[in-house]
């Protein structure tokens, strides 16, 4: 995965975890997903028995969801294909912990006030002037939440650690 996308599949698992993990339920709950049955093209695999099936559905990790975001356009809104969305969830609360036990209060009220409140969070600018910080400060503890995400994600193996040097 490309840093960029990385970045992106962070800020927005950031913005909208109570989305994903609605996401998620509601896969667990449809019968016709994640059942080996499905998954695999092998007839070995194939689980008869509805009951182990069902079982195996709330004990294997959700393979993927297509989290809807955005606001409704014709009836329908914008979705994000997003891979491993427990394991992302796990960077999402890790994070927050994270950042939200710190004793300086400009580090969680910026926090809150771009992730924790609403899809869309608030405007840098109203962030700046409310907690009384410049737009440079604001950005730099926003590239240190990221960063701190990323690493978290490549630590638990969701993603590739990288190097800046390596050819893309």
């Known amino acids: 995965m490309p840093l960029q996308e990385v970045q992106s599949t962070i800020e927005f698992v950031l913005r909208n975890a109570d989305q994903i993990r609605k996401c998620v339920e509601e896969k667990r709950k449809d019968p016709?997903?994640?059942?080996?049955?499905?998954?695999?093209?092998?007839?070995?695999?194939?689980?008869?028995?509805p009951t182990e099936a069902q079982a195996l559905q709330r004990i294997e990790p959700v393979a993927f969801i297509h989290c809807p975001f955005g606001p409704m356009v014709n009836g329908r809104r914008d979705a994000k294909?997003?891979?491993?969305?427990?394991?992302?969830?796990?960077?999402?609360?890790?994070?927050?912990?994270?950042?939200m036990s710190s004793d300086n209060d400009k580090i969680v009220g910026l926090y809150t006030k771009r992730y924790l409140q609403g899809e869309y969070g608030e405007l840098w600018s109203?962030?700046?002037?409310?907690?009384?910080?410049?737009?440079?400060?604001y950005y730099v503890v926003v590239h240190d939440v990221i960063r701190f995400a990323e690493l978290y994600a490549a630590g638990i193996g969701l993603i590739a650690p990288y190097s800046r040097f390596e050819e893309e």
């Open 32 to 49: 016709w997903s994640g059942t080996r049955e499905q998954n695999s093209g092998y007839q070995k695999n194939r689980i008869s028995n």
């Open 81 to 99: 294909y997003i891979s491993l969305p427990e394991k992302w969830l796990k960077v999402e609360e890790s994070t927050r912990r994270f950042y």
């Open 126 to 137: 109203k962030t700046c002037k409310d907690l009384n910080i410049t737009q440079a400060w």
